[in-house]
Nanobody
Framework: QVQLVESGGGLVQAGGSLRLSCAASGRTFSSYAMGWFRQAPGKEREFVAT????????VYAASVKGRFTISRDNAKNTVYLQMNSLKPEDTAVYYC?????????????????WGQGTQVTVST
């Protein structure tokens, strides 16, 4: 079992940056693949990025590639999402998710463990 808690969201102007953190409890975190997803009002949950247990394989959604960076520190049981060059369309609640398979996935149905979410609002 893994429990996930996100932090780092907030209000930022377009072009700005934020770093989200997701702290995990549980001794098995280092074996879990992790993902970031987001959900804007009235829209379905959307894949953002995923990272394998070792960090050796990373996949981004096309909409964030080149602007966002996912990383993890297994010693700290934490996964990060560095978000640069933010746009108003990045406004959403951001969720981190974990799965016991070491390989990542862009499908939110593949993740049984979820955090509570953190709001990111990008103003014009």
């Amino acid at each position: 079992q893994v429990q996930l808690v996100e932090s780092g969201g907030g209000l930022v102007q377009a072009g700005g940056s934020l770093r989200l953190s997701c702290a995990a409890s549980g001794r098995t975190f280092s074996s879990y693949a992790m993902g970031w997803f987001r959900q804007a009002p009235g829209k379905e949950r959307e894949f953002v990025a995923t990272i394998t247990w070792s960090g050796g394989s990373i996949v981004y959604a096309a909409s964030v590639k080149g602007r966002f960076t996912i990383s993890r520190d297994n010693a700290k049981n934490t996964v990060y999402l560095q978000m640069n060059s933010l746009k108003p369309e990045d406004t959403a609640v951001y969720y981190c998710a974990g799965r016991s398979s070491g390989s990542g996935s862009s499908n939110h149905h593949d993740y049984p463990y979820w955090g509570q979410g953190t709001q990111v609002t990008v103003s014009t």
